[in-house]
């Protein structure tokens, strides 16, 4: 909280300004974007970060109703500066060196901005940010694989089996992250593969859960079903790159309709004479 608006508040003068960054960030810059990318992409966003594991985990382990909703909400109005600062460091970064790689811009800023000792001061700021949510996200994995997956399988498991199984599950999932980030290139395309794995399959049913709404069993295994075949097909068919925008989007419309238009079949038994 203290880093960020000091790394903005160092680029902004070395800019010239806020005037100089107002007038960059409204300049019409070679590479424009469609709106309709950008509210694909805001979708895919919105949609990816709904009730995500360790989002959920920290509004159960709230003390009241209460304070998990003024948590959330003092969350929520301090992210929204906060974002504002990371998009204006991104155009303070276009704006020093418009040829760098976009995933370099921060630590760019950072290296190029900020005097000595603020320097180091803000780098680790930033790495304790990264560090928050990975940690957040690897302990909800290892939690689901050893709760949801491998306890119902094997109800036998002692407590020290359970901790065993969920630490080794935290490194499995760590090095297999790290091998994904490596298989891609831009900070983006890493958020919006991840979403398809999330967002296609277990969003709408989860959702309508939390709400109260009650489907049969077989209408989340359809749905589910539906939201993977869907997001399969576009893959194998897309050609654009553009097109992962669009990926999850379909896969959550497919999941939509088939969780809230199954019906089971009737029995067609006949009675005994």
């Known amino acids: 909280m203290v880093s960020l608006p000091l790394v903005f508040f160092f680029g902004v003068q070395t800019i010239g300004g806020f005037e100089k ?19 694909l992409v805001f979708l895919s966003f919105f949609f990816g970060e709904t009730l995500v594991p360790p989002y959920v985990q920290r509004l159960l382990i709230g003390k009241t109703i209460k304070h998990t909703i003024r948590g959330n909400m003092a969350s929520g109005i301090i992210s929204i500066p906060f974002f504002l600062m990371i998009g204006l460091i991104g155009v303070i ?10 995933n370099l811009a921060l630590p760019y800023v950072v290296l190029e901005v ?8 803000a780098i680790a700021g930033m790495m304790a940010i990264i560090l928050s949510s990975a940690d957040s996200f690897l302990n909800a994995a290892s939690v689901s694989i050893t709760h949801d997956v491998l306890t119902p399988i094997m109800p036998r498991l002692t407590e020290v089996q359970k901790l065993l199984i969920s630490k080794y599950s935290t490194y499995f999932v760590a090095l297999s992250g790290l091998l994904f980030t490596l298989s891609l290139e831009s900070a ?3 958020l919006l593969e991840a979403y398809m794995f999330w967002t296609p399959v277990v969003l709408v049913p989860f959702v309508a859960g939390v709400m109260g709404v ?4 077989e209408a989340f ?6 939201g993977i075949a869907t997001v399969t097909i576009i893959r194998l068919l897309s050609l ?8 999850s989007i379909w896969g959550i419309l497919a999941n939509f309709i088939v969780f809230f238009l199954y019906r089971p079949m009737p029995s067609f038994s006949r009675k005994p004479v």
Do not use: C, Q
């Open 21 to 39: 960054l107002y007038f960059y960030s409204t300049v019409n810059f070679s590479n424009n974007v469609p709106y309709s990318s950008i509210a």
């Open 93 to 102: 970064a276009l704006v020093m060196n418009p040829d760098l790689n976009p």
């Open 114 to 121: 900020m005097p000595i000792g603020l320097k180091g001061f």
């Open 188 to 190: 983006i395309d890493i």
């Open 214 to 217: 009650k489907r049969p069993k």
């Open 221 to 226: 295994l359809y749905s589910a079903a539906s």
């Open 240 to 247: 654009k790159h553009s097109a992962y925008f669009e990926i």
